[in-house]
């Protein structure tokens, strides 16, 4: 029996892809990693995460549907609406600070002088 033959089922529920299958693509990564720096405004989202809008909607959705991000009125006028990371969100964000140690290393310029 070759080694292989079980990596199907070993990776099948793995978390790091479950994970990654629910919050790897790019907008939504981007979204959360913004909002570690608290409560905005869509259009504040969408100036610091370089999206359109119709894919900031898109996403913010998303993440709300998943438990990633909250979203709060506040009534006055005009209407704010503002969007924060639930507790979910925010227990992601030392992973965030991982891969941002990974990158300052490894996607440097000089990254390929490293081994």
């Keep these: 029996m070759s080694p292989h033959q079980n ?26 990693h913004v909002l570690r720096e608290g409560d905005l405004r869509f259009n504040e989202l969408k100036r610091a995460s370089g999206a359109n809008s119709q894919t900031l ?5 998303d993440l709300q549907e998943l438990g ?35 990158g300052e290393k490894w996607m440097s310029e000089d990254a390929g002088a490293e081994s």
């Design 7 to 32: 990596l199907e089922t070993k990776y099948e529920q793995c978390p790091v892809i479950k994970t990654l299958e629910e919050i790897g693509s790019r907008w939504r990564m981007t979204v959360i």
């Design 57 to 61: 909607s898109r996403v913010l959705d």
């Design 68 to 102: 990633y991000v909250e979203r709060e009125v506040e009534d006055g006028s005009p209407i704010a609406v503002y969007y924060s990371l639930t507790r979910k969100g925010e227990e992601l964000l030392p992973a965030f600070d991982d891969i941002y140690e990974w």
